[in-house]
Structures are given as structure tokens and as C-alpha cells.
């Protein structure tokens, strides 16, 4: 393991942005999300960014190809460029769950190659989590927090980061940032390791923490779909797209045309299970009303991806929902609402 | 705060049980106190459990009314002063029908905002307390103490008026602070003063932060088309996200635009953004405009005054006559 | 006609109402008054007819300046339409301007069918004007201008 003072933060990123591209939670007007690091970027490790690290895989809006016509010509063009590759860094271990996740849905066949290059590419660097909010659940699904997987795992403890790699893609851009970093000794390990046990002991007594998720089985789905209590926790909801866009699981996307003033440009862009003209099809809309809108949502995350995914539920707990809800209505509320017996 | 609601749920059940009203729309508690959710109550049951008013209710209500006037009965809705102008521009624009409702006025002493809390470096909030001037947020990273006035949400710091402009009865126990209404233009003009450079930095910085999440749309109680033309593939502008930093100016300068005239200034907009883009600096700049070439106006006050984008003067000034010259 | 930069050339719409600035537009054209080649006219049957949209979407087409014409105040064919854009424009110049956007870039006349000197004049001035701020750099679409 290595270290390097946290004052000598910015040497480092402006060492690893020397060669590539680092992506990293940067405040821009008051709002940390992830962005590229600039020189005399404002970055900030000590809160949960406003979006999800997502984007960097699978951006809220990408191009997929051109159309240029000329009189009745119509040429197809590949806007698709050659990745380079790139590090994020400061992704918490919610975040990096859910491109587990997200490879379940993107990296099956058939597979999405405009997510696939990025995916290949990415070096992925997390940092464990030392001061969980009172929103965060991810240990409901099984994640912990204090020891983060990754290329690279830090930790943020008494001045220090320690980086430890953990693949080959880590040990290739620890070589290259090395002289850096000065060597941890057991003392550093064993500061790591009260920090950790002291962590744990906070996020096990989060309000949300054990929240009872076992009354959510692929089995009742037609009794769950059919709960009385869709109705009273969907009739709030104002149909905006906060949660879905904030979520670091969401997957939907919608397929555009954008005309230019010579052709079309097709891009496709983050879509909303909340929107009303979400899976709209030409016969139609499937879903007419918010409370089927809202239960889909939920379903989803909570009953069909895990009966698709070997039972791993699409939420990873981290709370960004449940912070950032025009209405404070959120998946902790529907599983506590209609999910196990165990929640009060 | 506590004799509020509980005089509201007596109201709430009395109105329940002698037939007035049949259902009863406020806030239900959430886990944290900090989280309150609209909610429709239908019986005594419903409201003695979790109906809750605290100061975390800065929910405008009354856009829920639009839902409801589709259902059956009269309904009790609890309004705090600034919703009565957002239910009164309703009425005006034929949006609700306000024989089915009835009003109870509520007592506001501004409601308070997490994330200003939040932003005081308190983290892990799981409870609060109030005590008249002071709350105490229970944190688990141990309790704190804040001034209310430092708190507040954006639309109770720059209150427009603590007077009920509809309403069938009021619950009033404590006296409410005078608002001054112009001072929610101070910031206006403050970026009114800025070289137009440093207006577009400004304004590039905050609209760049936008996820087209249309949380300050669907919330917002002017907004009530039953399609908007951001969601209509036939207009051309239904992109769902930012796909040019030209779209994120389109979409905010088209929405404020629409509801110039119409808009309260209820400040949900503000409220709701998850990443906190001032908006209310958006309508608010309408509104001093309005005032300033065509006098006082305030949407809302009344259900009868003419809009001032439905009506005009022949000296009305010229478009762009007031504007300083210079980039 | 003012001597116009010739390595770049600015684009203008011109929204002109049916009823006057349009025929206004005609007369400067059947008296061989001249105005730059650049202004493309766009004819709306009342000036009232435009909407805040059409100036932005013109501005993301590529534009560089945009000039809304219609009656004179008083004069509107449907009695009142250019009372109501006048505030409407009044209102939209005004947030433009508060965001940052370049003021000149935006304006309103009142051109009435006689007026072939005054729609020409116009069109030179604001053309000359546009010139000299340059591209539209602060409401374009890069997506429209590859």
C-alpha cells in the first residue's frame, strides 16, 4: 500500500491528467459532480456527488451516428471516435456496484458497444466511504462501504490517501504516478483498519440500513404489482425525472433525432420511467397514469431485474433519491411500505 | 409549531366527519422530520396517524388541486399564505374548481431547508427539534444547534406576504413577521449590474449544472399544460437532456416565459432543483420587469385582473429601449 | 448601402408581418432600394404571431441577429396584435440581456407598407451592426454548425 499527503492531492491528479483524461467530483456553483479535472478545478472528496458516476460510461446524452443528405443522397456516418482511456476517480462503492449492474444490462447480448469502449477503457479508482449520510443504505444490498473494489482502492485517513491496486489496469497507473507516493507501513495499515471498524459501526446504525428487502422475490410479483398501496405512495409524485437521473442504476434511454441544418444527428439520451411519454409506441402508451409510471420504477429495480439477474437488486443504496425528491418519496419508503415483514 | 397541528388535525376531522369535506390534502411525515409528503387523507384513522405540520412543509399544495378536481366531494386543502396566490391564479385560469374546495389558511413562520442546513457542514441528519428561534438538528455524528433565520428555504427568506389572499377560515396562533416584498429583487439587481460578460459567466456556471430532471416544471403551479411542448415530439425541442449547452437556455428561457405574468413567485422551482440552480432569479426578473414598464402586479392577488402579457397600453415602451448600449 | 466586412458574412432573420413590413420589404425591392443579401425574411401573418420560440430556434439555426418588423403601434391589421408582441419582446429582449446575451443582437421596428427607405435603412444599420459584434457565439448550437 502507498501514501501520499492530501495537500499533495493536486500534484497527483495533475500527474495523472498529464497523460489522460481524470474524472473526478468537481464543485461547479455551489454542486459537486463528477466532471474532468482542470487546472484549478475545486475538487471535493467528502461529499456524495449530486449525479452519479455513471455519465462516464453511459453519458446523459451521446451521439450514435449522423445522417448527411444532398438532394436524394443520404450518407451514414460513424461518429463513433476512438476511446482513449481515462480514470475515475473517487467513485464510492455504490457507485462501483452499479456498473456491475449496468454490465448486466449493457454488456450482454446484444452488446452496446458505445458502452463497451468506455467500460474497456475506464481505470476505475474508489475511495472508501468514512462518513456515511443518514441516507445511504447500500449495506441493505450487501455493499461495503469501507473497503470499495476498483482498480485502484484509496483511502482518505489522518492526512493521507493510501492507494492500493487491485489489477493489472491499477498496477499500470500506479507505475505511472509512483514517485508520488511514499510507502505505507503496518502502523498506516492499522489506522485504516480502526477507521474501517469505526465506519462500520455508524453505518450499521443508519435509519435505513437493515431495511427488510426479503418480501421482494421474483415469485410475488403479481401480488406485489397488485398492492393497494401503490396508490397512496404514488399519489404525490409530480412525474419529474429527479430520482431516475441522480440514480446510478438507471439504464433507460431514449433514441432522438436531432435535424441539423444539413442532416440528422442521432443521439440518444437518458429517458425517465416517470415521464409520460416513457416507452411511448406508436399504438400508444403503456403505462397512462403515475402510479403505473411510479410502480415501474420500483418493480424494476426491486422484482424484474432481480428475476432476470439472479437476484441482485438494480438499487445499490446510495441514497441519492431519497436526498434529492421534490416530495421526499423515495425506494426506502416503498420498501419499507410494501416490502418485508421485518420493517416496522 | 405542535398547537398548529394539532389544531389543524382537529380541523381536519371535524370537517371529515360532518360531511363538509371528503378527503383531506397535507402533508403525511416522513422518517427523518425533515421529510415531509403530500398526502390525500380520507378518515380519522389516516390523519391522527401520520398527518404532520412542521417546518418542513414548504410543498405548494394547491398544483394537487388540479389532479383532484377530477375526482368527486369537496376538498379540505391547508394553504400557507403564498399558496393562496398560486391557488387564486388557478382559479383565474379555470384550473380548479373552487366550489369543491375548502380552505383552511395556515399559520407560517417560513419553512426551512435541509440542504441550507445540510450546507452549515451538518451531515447525517435523522431528526430535529424546534424551539422557537432555535432548532436543533440531531445528527448521527452527534446534535447541533442552528438559527432559524439562517435556514430558511430561499422563497421564506425573500417572503413575498403573510397574507392569505383565499381562504374559508384561518388557523393563525402566533403573530406573523411582516414580509417586505421587494426585497426579492435585490439579487436581480445585483446581477443587473454586472457587464453582460459576467452575467453570462454566471448564468453559463448555473444552467450548466441543469439535468433536465423537469422537477421545476412539473412542480411549478402555473405549469399545468396537459402537454408540454418539451414533451411533444412535434415541436422539435423534446430533447430529455442537454445534448448542446444551447438546450439547457432554451428550455429555461421558453418555461419562465411562459408562466411571465402568470407566476406567483411561489419558489418551489428553486426549492425542487436537485442541483440547486436559483430559477426564482429567472421569474423574478419577469416580475421586476413587469412592475417597472406596466406597474404593480402581482399574480394571484386577485382572480379578475387582466394578465399583463393579455393586455397593454399604447405608450407601452419599445422592446430593448431600456437596455444600457454596450457588449 | 454601408460597406459590409466581406470575409464574414452575418445571417439575420427577419420576422416580417404580413400586412406591413412585408409589403414594406417589397416596396424597398420594386423602388431598387437596396439591403444586404444576408437578411432572410421570414413573413408571419402579425408580428403577434411570434413567438419567443422562433427567435431562439433562429438564434440556434445560426443566426447572428434577429429582427422582429411589424405595423406601426395603432396601425395592426387585427387592431391590437403588435401591442401584445411589443410587451411580449419587450419582456424576452430583456431576459435575453439578463443572461449575458448581446442586447444589439435583438430588435424591433415598426415598418409600415410605405416605408421602403425606412425597411432598408433598417436592414443596413442592424446588418452593419451585426458585423461588427461578430458570430453568434452565446445562443448557437454546435450541433447545427458542423
Redesign the interface.
Known sequence: MLKIELNKLNDLFAKISSSTDLILPVTVAGETNFAKYEDGAEVNLSVQTVKSAKDSFFPQAEDLMKFKTEGKKIDIIDVREKVESFVLFGVRACDYRSFEILDRVFLVDPIDTYYKAKREKGVIVTLACSRPEESCFCSAFGIDATNPLGDVTTYIADGFLYWNANTDKGNALTDAVKDLFAQADSNDEAKIDEQKKNTKEILSKLPYANVDLSGFTPDKLNELFNDAKWEELSEACLGCGSCTFVCPTCQCYDIKDFKTNDGVKRFRCWDSCMYADFTKMAHGNSRNFQLQRFRQRFMHKLVYYPSNNEGIYSCVGCGRCVKKCPISMNIAKVIKTIGGKNND | MQRIENLMKAKAIELLENGTVNRVLGWTAGDFYYDNTPAIFNSKEEIEKSFVYNSFCGANLSKYLVKERKNEGKILVFLKPCDTYSFNQLVKEHRVNKDNIYIVGIECQGHLSIEAIKAKGIDGVVGLEENGEEVTVKSIYGDKTVVRGEVMLEKCLSCKSKKHVAYDELIIVNEMPEADSMKRFSKVAELEAMTADERFAFWKSELSKCIRCNACRNVCPACTCTKCVFDNPESGVDAKANADKFEEKLFHIIRSFHVTGRCTDCGECSRVCPQNIPLHLINRKYIKDINEFYGEYQAGADTESKAPLTAFTTSDIEPGSNLKEGK | MQEINKEYQPLIVAFCCNWCSYAGADLAGSSRLSYPANVKIIRVPCSCRVN??FI??AF???ADGVIMCGCH??DCHYT?GN??A???????????????????R???EWVSAAEGVKFSNVMNEFAAKICE?GENK???????K?
Do not use: A, S
Not at chain 3, 93 to 101: A, R, S, V
Not at chain 3, 138 to 144: I, Y
Open positions: 419567443p420560440m431562439l430556434k440556434q439555426r445560426g403601434p395603432g391590437t401591442y401584445y411589443r410587451r411580449r419582446m419587450t419582456l424576452l429582449f430583456d431576459m435575453l440581456d439578463y443572461l449575458g446575451i448581446e442586447k444589439e435583438t430588435r424591433v459584434l452565446r445562443l448557437e448550437d454546435l450541433r447545427c458542423e
